[in-house]
């Protein structure tokens, strides 16, 4: 009998539920899945985020045909010649001939345009299905944005716990606040932060282990490590960590947040990011189980509202920004960032003793927790002034849990304001005194955090200063930047030239880079595989229309269209093009 629908599942697409099963008669239809190396390959991607995939994919399968549901799954092997997705399913099509091509919306834009230009030319329909696995809908939050002045996630996330009445008492939010934010900022003493309760390990089994075999021998050459793989790839492993994080980890989440600890990766992290974009689980039941743990007194309110915040608040605004502003999004250049990525993000070879913990640690587990990715990586690309497709590369390459959707506004948006000011008020700056605060890094460092130039300062210290200088005109005139870039008036002119100084000799690789280390075959090919990436990706544009950059904005002088209309006028038009 002729096929009907072809279901296509996606890797980050692994939910027996989803709006793409609607219907399905298994008598009629069938799921299509493929492993393609373009998946591994548009982006460097390291050897635990193409094994988290890969393996997940396969124990899926198992749980299709468990189902009841047939399969047409298209396994990589070791000599398979490259494919991409749109190859593989073309061939698939002329053989397979289904009537109609059903998909639930994909989380990456790169991947939505593939499949339709496919369905057009071979003359299918194609049903794309609105993702439930989110609270909400694109839709929804292109609702929220239209005609706001500001874009901001606080807003966003107090309609989202009214809307979905989550964390709600009857005349108002829990507790009779919104946010606990002040409660969740602690460091740990120096005595560090004892013992922490480890995260379930789930140990490869054997089919983890044969996608080990081939991520080692097809992506040998690719980054990071697999000694220590142990994420959840079942929907039942990860109903586990998810039970674990909430009974022995979140009572300290909030107040632990922000902290950095040598050697403790996790800390009190969920360490659910992974599951959650692979759709392994679902938001709803997460949050309702945080909530539940408040509810019976098991943990506080102030870390289970930090909690609820990250999940029913970020990772829904991410996603809204992301499918509202692509695919310009991903050009945007703000501050005119032109550096290339230093070679040692690839291998952790530098003497800062922050970078090289959280590189290390990143390249071995494919996981750093979120102050690590903000305020150690990503502060140094953004002061550094590193390309944003370049960041952007990086990170969607070595972390497990990074699918464009959620990675590409965190990092060009939140980490390196490319976006102008779209997605956060402010840029994220400091000098190595905050990383002093939330870590004993700097204790064990060469470095001085406290001292700005000199052989011995902070190379973040400096470039803190290095970057209030550099864009003093716009910052001084945005409100809440203002009163730093006021203190640069106390620097004698010789202390700003030795700044300057200082910076340009990081910026040349001169400071910073692990003494007596060549970058070797590993870094070099990571920045071969960014210039592909970003071959001059320096287009400076514009989120809010038209409009010359304002006098002393970075592109201004260029004739580029600059966006720091965030906290002046200009009412948001979402693009909304694309669901
Ligand atoms: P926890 O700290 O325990 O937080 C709980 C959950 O909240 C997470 O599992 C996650 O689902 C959600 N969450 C928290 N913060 C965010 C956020 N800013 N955006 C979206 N969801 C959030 N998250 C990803 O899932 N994929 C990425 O590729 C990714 N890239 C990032 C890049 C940068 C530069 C930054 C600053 C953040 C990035 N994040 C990303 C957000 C966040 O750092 C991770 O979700 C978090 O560290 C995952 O670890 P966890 O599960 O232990 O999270
Ligand atoms: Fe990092 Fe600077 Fe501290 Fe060294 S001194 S650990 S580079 S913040």
Redesign the pocket.
């Known amino acids: 009998m002729a096929l009907r629908d072809l279901v296509i599942v996606l890797g980050d697409q692994l939910d027996l539920e989803a709006a793409a099963f609607d219907g399905f008669d298994a008598t009629l239809d069938a799921v299509w899945m493929a492993e393609v190396d373009e998946e591994s390959t548009h982006v460097w991607s390291s050897k635990s985020r193409i094994v988290l995939f890969l393996s997940a994919m396969r124990h899926f399968r198992l749980a299709l045909a468990a189902a009841g549901r047939p399969v047409h799954y298209r396994p990589l092997t070791a000599a398979q010649a490259p494919c991409g997705l749109a190859d593989r399913l073309q061939a698939d099509i002329a053989h397979l001939r289904p009537q109609r091509l059903v998909i639930t919306a994909p989380g990456d834009w790169r991947v939505l345009r593939a499949i339709r230009q496919l369905a057009r030319a071979n003359r299918l329909v194609l049903d794309i299905r609105d993702d439930r696995h989110f609270f909400g809908s694109v839709r929804d939050f292109a609702e929220h944005a239209r005609g706001r002045r500001t874009l901001r996630m606080e807003a966003f996330y107090r309609a989202q716990r009214q809307r979905h009445g989550v964390l709600m008492q009857a005349n108002g939010p829990e507790g009779g606040r919104w946010n606990f934010d002040e409660h969740n900022r602690e460091a740990f003493g120096p005595a560090g932060p004892g013992a922490v309760p480890s995260p379930p390990r789930f140990e490869p089994d054997a089919i983890t282990r044969e996608v080990m075999q081939l991520v080692t021998t097809r992506f040998a050459a690719h980054p990071g490590q697999l000694d220590a793989f142990a994420w959840p790839v079942t929907r039942a492993q990860a109903l586990q960590a998810m039970q674990a994080f909430m009974q022995e980890r979140l009572p300290l ?1 909030g107040r632990y ?1 922000d902290a950095i600890w040598p050697g403790q990766p ?1 800390l009190y ?5 992974a599951a ?2 692979l759709k392994l689980l679902n938001p709803r039941e997460v949050v309702a189980a945080a909530e539940q743990a408040y509810r019976e007194g098991r943990a506080p309110l102030a870390g289970v509202e930090g ?1 609820i915040r ?2 029913l608040g ?2 829904e605004y ?1 996603r809204g920004i992301y499918w509202t502003q692509m695919p310009g999004y991903l050009e945007h250049n703000a501050l005119d960032a032109r550096e290339d990525l230093p070679m040692w993000f690839w291998t952790g070879e530098t003497d800062m003793a922050c970078l090289r913990e959280a590189i290390r640690q990143t390249l071995a587990i494919g ?1 750093a ?2 102050i690590q ?2 305020m150690v990586t ?1 502060l140094f690309a953004l002061m550094l002034g590193v390309q944003p497709r370049q960041v952007h590369a990086w ?2 390459a070595v ?1 497990v ?3 464009e959707w ?2 590409l506004p ?2 060009l948006g ?2 390196q304001f490319a976006d102008g000011g779209l997605m956060g008020s402010k840029p994220y700056i400091a000098t190595g005194r905050y990383i002093q605060r939330m870590s004993p890094h700097c204790q064990g460092c060469r470095y001085d955090p406290a001292q700005r130039s000199g052989d011995t300062a902070c190379p973040f210290t400096t470039l803190y200063w290095d970057f209030l200088m550099r864009h003093a005109a716009w910052l001084g005139r945005h409100p809440r930047m203002a009163p730093q870039v006021r203190n640069l008036s106390r620097l004698a002119d010789e202390q700003k030239q030795a700044v300057q100084m200082r910076a340009a000799a990081i910026r040349r690789g001169e400071v910073g880079g692990m003494p007596g280390t060549a970058p070797g075959p590993a870094a070099e090919t990571g920045a071969k595989a960014l210039q592909k990436e970003s071959p001059v990706a320096l287009r400076t544009t514009g989120l809010f229309g038209a409009g010359k950059a304002p006098e002393g904005a970075p592109g201004a002088d260029r004739g580029g269209r600059a966006s720091f209309t965030s906290w002046s006028a200009g009412r948001i038009k979402p693009h909304f093009s694309v669901i």
Do not use: I, T
């Open positions: 989440f947040q996790w992290h969920a360490q659910l990011s959650l974009n909690f990250q999940v970020w990772r991410v996981y927790h979120h990715r903000l990503g990170y969607l972390y849990d990074a699918v959620v990675e965190n990092v939140m980490s």
